[in-house]
T-cell receptor
Framework: GNSVTQMEGPVTLSEEAFLTINCTYTATGYPSLFWYVQYPGEGLQLLLK?????DKGSNKGFEATYRKETTSFHLEKGSVQVSDSAVYFCALSTPYSGNTPLVFGKGTRLSVIA | GAVVSQHPSRVICKSGTSVKIECRSL??????MFWYRQFPKQSLMLMATSNEGSKATYEQGVEKDKFLINHASLTLSTLTVTSAHPEDSSFYIC??????????????????FGPGTRLTVT
């Protein structure tokens, strides 16, 4: 079945440090890939997505590239801020395969200190 | 702006009572909605798939008689936690699947999440 594996946290970085959160997936067909962010006490917000191989999703300085050859969708940001402290979830879906839900990774908690 | 709303955002109830949580899709019709549960510092666990006009499909291990789901219209699904107990305390999140895109710039076949409902059972 479909699955998502993302690096275990928590991750603690100093402000302006470089961020990488690894995400790999297993899926049949051609999944769409997503990164969601959850700020403390809130629901999930879509951060970025990519729907086909070699697509790069980007938003708010974050980016991730859909790598079919390595089945990966790693999240990166060149310079993190304290306000980026949150939990980040990698997820996949297989659209056009019926009304299937998103499959989530376990989440990676990021703490950015000033 | 928000495309999926949940009500209430926070609820405290006594053990043994029932609580209803509403999930509404705004500006688009959702034949399918999903209900997730999230424990502290953990990922989202899919509880059930709610289909408009038919019975919900529950994931393995989720008690359908305890977590009643009703999807009576194309914009509303409800989750009722019956005879709640402290172990039901959790963060419940719904999502709605946009099939055709609806109004605005909604993407088809994309899930839009509600802000979540924090349930505390005392």
């Amino acid at each position: 079945g479909n699955s998502v594996t993302q690096m275990e946290g928590p991750v603690t970085l100093s402000e302006e440090a470089f961020l990488t959160i690894n995400c790999t997936y297993t899926a049949t067909g051609y999944p769409s890939l997503f990164w969601y962010v959850q700020y403390p006490g809130e629901g999930l917000q879509l951060l970025l997505k990519a729907t086909k191989a070699d697509d790069k999703g980007s938003n708010k300085g974050f980016e991730a590239t859909y790598r079919k050859e390595t089945t990966s969708f790693h999240l990166e940001k060149g310079s993190v801020q304290v306000s980026d402290s949150a939990v980040y979830f990698c997820a996949l879906s297989t659209p056009y395969s019926g009304n299937t839900p998103l499959v989530f990774g376990k989440g990676t908690r990021l703490s950015v200190i000033a | 702006g928000a495309v999926v709303s949940q009500h209430p955002s926070r609820v405290i109830c006594k053990s043994g009572t029932s609580v209803k949580i509403e999930c509404r899709s705004l500006d688009f019709q959702a034949t399918t909605m999903f209900w997730y549960r999230q424990f502290p510092k953990q990922s989202l666990m899919l509880m059930a798939t709610s289909n408009e006009g038919s019975k919900a499909t529950y994931e393995q291990g989720v008690e359908k008689d305890k977590f009643l789901i009703n999807h009576a219209s194309l914009t509303l699904s409800t989750l009722t936690v019956t005879s709640a107990h402290p172990e039901d305390s959790s963060f419940y999140i719904c999502s709605a699947l946009s099939l055709s895109g609806g109004k605005g710039n909604l993407e088809p076949y994309e899930q839009y999440f509600g802000p979540g409902t924090r349930l505390t059972v005392t």
